[in-house]
């Protein structure tokens, strides 16, 4: 291959001209670095050098502050700029990047059966789920939030196995769309040496959080006195559970095998 690159001429940054004691693939979403030296359980993910930014250690002493808007789920302004979904993501991965975002290690599954160790960098992946996920967490209730991640983990399962355009898959991403329709909001964040620290959540008309509602302090949206019926009711299944024999009010670490 790098002989393929010298003749035709093409640069590249990705491979260097001495061997590597890795290989490495990439996209604009991302790259993995996998085999030879990182193979070993014992050679520390610090042996790659990164592509798409910084370890946090290299990254800049002071905050970097970004701010995005997101419409149905996707990014379509960063920074107050518009931006295309491939703009969205080409920024995210330069900003990201520098602050030292998106580095992670991980043993996968493979279809096989077998393990796969790999370095992975995904630094505008990284930052826009972080943002999203600030969206998503004011928009949906309990059960869609539930809903939502057994979703994505299908359909991210089904894309790794070379399975996207089933049926299930299809089913999957339709229904991400129908849940994606109210997560409109603008996210600020700020970036630290491989930290992402919230800083606020605005323009969000489908939130339902509201402090009136949710304060500890003080609500105007419930009364007190009501969480005695509330107990009551909810207990109900627990009592049935206890009279057949089903509830065991002893340890559950009692009951297992000393360590030795």
Same mark, same amino acid.
């Given at each position: 291959?790098?002989?393929?690159?010298?003749? /035709?001429?093409?640069?590249?940054?990705?491979?260097?001209?001495?061997? $590597?004691?890795?290989?490495?693939?990439?996209?604009?979403?991302?790259?993995?670095?996998?085999?030879?030296?990182?193979?070993?359980?014992?050679? &520390?993910?610090?042996?790659?050098? &990164?592509?798409?930014?910084?370890?946090?250690?290299?990254?800049?002493? $002071?905050?970097?502050?970004?701010?995005?808007? @997101? !419409?149905?789920?996707?990014?379509?302004?960063?920074?107050?700029?518009?931006?295309? #979904? @491939?703009?969205?993501?080409?920024? #995210?991965?330069?900003?990201?990047?520098?602050? =030292?975002?998106?580095?992670?290690?991980?043993?996968?599954?493979?279809?096989?059966?077998?393990?796969?160790?790999?370095?992975?960098?995904?630094?505008?992946?990284?930052?826009?789920?972080?943002?999203?996920?600030?969206?998503?967490?004011?928009?949906?209730?309990?059960?869609?939030?539930?809903?939502?991640?057994?979703?994505?983990?299908?359909?991210?399962?089904?894309?790794?196995? =070379?399975?996207?355009?089933?049926?299930?898959?299809?089913?999957?991403?339709?229904?991400?769309?129908?849940?994606?329709? &109210?997560?409109?909001?603008?996210?600020?964040?700020?970036?630290?040496? =491989?930290?992402?620290?919230?800083?606020?959540?605005?323009?969000?008309? /489908?939130?339902?959080? @509201?402090?009136?509602?949710?304060?500890? !302090?003080?609500?105007?949206?419930?009364? &007190?006195?009501?969480?005695?019926?509330?107990?009551?009711?909810?207990?109900?299944?627990?009592?049935?559970?206890?009279?057949? =024999?089903?509830?065991?009010?002893?340890?559950?670490?009692?009951?297992?095998?000393?360590?030795?």
């Amino acid at each position: 291959m790098l002989s393929y690159l010298e003749n /035709h001429g093409i640069g590249h940054t990705i491979v260097s001209q001495a061997k $590597k004691r890795y290989s490495t693939d990439a996209n604009i979403l991302g790259l993995s670095n996998e085999a030879e030296d990182l193979e070993s359980m014992q050679t &520390p993910m610090t042996i790659v050098n &990164p592509v798409m930014g910084n370890w946090p250690k290299d990254a800049p002493d $002071k905050q970097e502050e970004i701010e995005m808007r @997101f !419409e149905q789920g996707r990014c379509v302004k960063i920074n107050g700029k518009a931006v295309t #979904a @491939f703009e969205a993501l080409t920024q #995210a991965n330069q900003i990201a990047g520098r602050n =030292g975002i998106g580095l992670s290690q991980a043993l996968e599954n493979r279809i096989l059966g077998t393990k796969s160790r790999g370095v992975y960098e995904a630094p505008g992946m990284v930052l826009l789920a972080e943002a999203l996920k600030t969206v998503y967490q004011a928009v949906l209730d309990r059960r869609s939030t539930n809903l939502f991640k057994f979703l994505s983990t299908h359909v991210s399962d089904q894309v790794y196995d =070379g399975r996207y355009f089933d049926p299930s898959t299809r089913c999957a991403i339709n229904a991400v769309w129908e849940l994606a329709e &109210p997560a409109k909001g603008t996210v600020k964040l700020g970036l630290y040496k =491989g930290h992402m620290n919230f800083l606020s959540l605005t323009d969000c008309p /489908h939130s339902f959080y @509201f402090e009136e509602d949710s304060s500890m !302090e003080a609500s105007s949206g419930l009364n &007190p006195a009501s969480s005695q019926g509330f107990l009551e009711v909810s207990s109900v299944e627990a009592k049935s559970m206890a009279k057949a =024999g089903l509830i065991d009010y002893g340890s559950v670490w009692s009951k297992r095998r000393k360590l030795q």
